[in-house]
């Protein structure tokens, strides 16, 4: 009896260590479905047309989400400002007057969109803010941590 409640507590404890871990370089990224654009979509991953993207997970209360935001616009400057340029992607979870308030600010600059019930956060296995994802066109993870540590090397690589 012991050894089944041994090997059923290792099975439960190694399902939810599945589940919690980031997203792993080179794999394919999950869809955006679920999400309420306040700008067009993306451009898909993988698609004919597609070219390589940031995703940012925000959140206004997170300090360090909004001491890194700043960023983007730089990013955006440099790597995102013509067309064929990188995709910006900011995904704001639940708060849908933060979201208005940044298209407001910004525009069409990024592609916008809010994650009402935490779905594509839960797809994204987002386990911390600030989150960033670099995309590659195939719609893969080319790089993932937080916007601070995202370097100049990194979006000049990625195609």
Not at 1 to 24: D, E, N, P, T, Y
Not at 66 to 78: C, G, V
Not at 85 to 113: M, P, T, W
Request: charged content about 20%; some cysteine.
């Amino acid at each position: 009896m012991k050894k089944i409640f041994f090997l059923m507590s290792l099975f439960l404890l190694a399902a939810g260590a599945a589940r919690a871990q980031k997203m792993v370089i080179g794999s394919r990224i999950p869809d955006f479905k679920g999400v309420q654009w306040l700008t067009t979509m993306p451009e898909g991953a993988g698609s004919e047309h597609s070219r390589p993207m940031i995703i940012e997970f925000y959140q206004p209360s997170n300090a360090s989400s909004a001491r890194f935001f700043p960023k983007l616009e730089t990013i955006w400057q440099t790597y995102a400002s013509e067309d064929d340029g990188l995709q910006i992607v900011v995904l704001v979870a639940q708060d849908r007057s933060c979201a208005e308030q940044l298209h407001q600010k910004y525009n069409d600059r990024y592609f916008i969109g809010i994650d009402p019930d935490g779905q594509v956060y839960r797809a994204f296995n987002v386990q911390f803010l600030p989150y960033t994802l670099v995309v590659s066109s195939r719609g893969e993870v080319y790089w993932q941590g937080n916007l601070g540590n995202l370097s100049d090397e990194v979006l000049r690589k990625v195609k």
